[in-house]
C-alpha cells in the first residue's frame, strides 16, 4: 500500500508546486522564521531581559522552548494544510478528480498519497526551519552572550522539534481533506482549515503560562495522544470518503 501511495505522492507533488502561490509558502516560512529569531535574539541578547536570562539560564530555555514551539512546530503545518486543502477540491477544479477515482487504487491507497503529498513538503520545510533557527540562535548567542551557547536546544528539544511536526501536520491534514472532499471551491477550504491551525499554535505556549517546561513524561504523552488521533482521524476520512458521492457533486 505504501509504495503506491508513495507514486501517488510524488507525482502530485510535482504537479502542486506549479501553483506560485503553493511555491511561496516555504518561502514566506523561512522567512518569518529568520525574522522571528532576530527578533527574539536582540530582545533576549541586547535588552534588559539580557540579564534575566543570563543570570536564569532555566528561564531562557523555557522561553526558547515556547518560540521554537510556534516557529519549528506549528509555523511549517502551513504548508501542508495548504497542499492538503487543495487536494480534493483542486481535483474537482481540475476536472482531474474522475480519471483519478478510476484508477485500481484502494480508498486507503488513494488517501494516503493525498496525505503523504501534503505531509513530505511540510517536513522538509519544518527540519530546515529546525536548523535554521537552531544555528542562528546559537550564533548570535556566540557573539553577544557566550554563556548561554547551547543552553538551548536541550535533548528534549530537539526531541519534541522532530517529533512533533508530522504529528501535528498529520492530524491537520486529516482534518483537511475531509474538509476538502466536502467543499465546492479551494478558498473554502483554505478559510475552514484555519480553524485547524490557528488553536493548535496556543499549544507549545501551555507550559509557558504555567512556568513550567516541557518533560520527557509530558513529551512521551503528547506523542502518544497525537498518535492515537492521527491514527483516529485517518481512519475517519477514510470510513467517510466515499468515491460515487464525490463525483455526483461534480
Not at 516557529?71 to 492538503?84: F, N
Not at 502518544?224 to 482521524?233: E, F, Q, R, S
Amino acid at each position: 500500500m505504501l509504495r503506491k501511495a508513495w507514486t501517488i505522492a510524488r507525482t502530485e507533488i510535482r504537479m502542486v508546486f506549479k501553483s506560485r502561490q503553493v511555491r511561496s509558502i516555504p518561502a514566506i516560512v523561512i522567512i518569518m522564521s529568520v525574522c522571528f529569531t532576530l527578533i527574539t535574539g536582540w530582545l533576549l541578547f541586547a535588552t534588559p531581559f539580557f540579564s534575566l536570562a543570563i543570570s536564569e539560564p532555566l528561564l531562557y530555555n523555557l522561553m526558547m522552548a515556547s518560540i521554537m514551539g510556534l516557529v519549528i512546530v506549528m509555523l511549517p503545518v502551513m504548508l501542508p494544510v495548504m497542499i492538503a486543502a487543495d487536494s480534493i477540491v483542486g481535483e474537482k477544479e481540475r476536472h482531474t478528480l474522475v480519471p483519478l477515482l478510476a484508477t485500481p487504487l484502494t480508498d486507503a491507497e488513494l488517501l494516503l498519497g493525498k496525505c503523504l503529498t501534503a505531509l513530505v513538503p511540510g517536513l522538509a520545510v519544518a527540519y530546515a526551519n529546525l536548523i535554521l533557527t537552531v544555528g542562528l540562535m546559537n550564533a548570535m548567542a556566540l557573539i553577544l552572550a557566550p554563556a548561554l551557547l547551547w543552553v538551548w536546544p536541550t535533548l528534549l528539544d530537539i526531541v519534541q522539534a522532530l517529533c512533533m511536526p508530522p504529528l501535528f501536520a498529520m492530524l491537520a491534514v486529516g482534518f483537511t481533506v475531509m474538509i476538502s472532499g466536502r467543499v465546492s471551491r479551494v478558498y473554502e477550504a483554505y478559510q475552514l482549515s484555519a480553524f485547524i491551525i490557528l488553536p493548535a499554535m496556543l499549544i507549545p505556549y501551555i507550559s509557558l503560562f504555567q512556568g513550567v517546561g516541557v518533560d520527557w513524561l509530558l513529551l512521551g504523552l503528547a506523542i502518544a495522544i497525537l498518535g492515537v488521533a492521527d491514527y483516529g482521524v485517518f481512519r475517519l476520512s477514510l470510513n467517510l470518503f466515499n468515491r460515487d458521492q464525490l463525483v455526483t457533486r461534480l
